[in-house]
């Protein structure tokens, strides 16, 4: 009896292993979500909260957030959790998102640097130890009009 329970028992932990294998190879709700959703796209998106309508700007399915421009200046993080349901009224024209290089200028780097350090050690030269904090403050605003 206990080795036909231990051939059932190995049968159920096979089968619960195939099916979590077959769940795993599933899309999650926000993969499917943010398949729906393409740069540049004008969509209804339908939540648990009320509807937005907007052209998609960014979506992220690692943190489950979609950036929609809902015009006006005025543009709304999306949580795909909360998606109950999308509509896509105009697809996208926009072939690519836009891969903007990020240029950084060391030489204004180093530059804004060397400002900041010289100025709060020009700060710091003000500081009198000695004297009270009243005198201290007094000193501060003097510095302030008097450069």
Do not use: W
Not at 60 to 68: I, T, W
Not at 72 to 87: A, D, M, P
Not at 90 to 110: F, G, T, W, Y
């Amino acid at each position: 009896l206990s080795s036909r329970y231990g051939v059932h028992r190995r049968g159920e932990e096979r089968r619960e292993r195939e099916r979590m294998a077959h769940l795993a190879s599933q899309p999650s709700q926000k993969e499917v979500l943010a398949g729906q959703l393409h740069y540049g796209s004008t969509v209804d998106i339908y939540t648990k909260f009320g509807n937005l309508h907007g052209v998609v700007e960014c979506v992220d399915v690692q943190s489950g957030c979609c950036l929609l421009d809902m015009g006006n200046k005025r543009i709304v993080i999306v949580s795909l959790v909360n998606v109950e349901g999308v509509r896509v009224v105009h697809k996208s024209s926009k072939k690519k998102i836009p891969n903007k290089k990020l240029v950084i200028d060391s030489k204004a780097i180093l530059k804004r640097e060397s400002r900041a350090i010289s100025e709060r050690q020009r700060e710091a030269s003000r500081i009198n130890p000695r004297v009270s904090a009243k005198v201290q403050a007094v000193f501060n605003k003097l510095a302030k009009m008097f450069p």
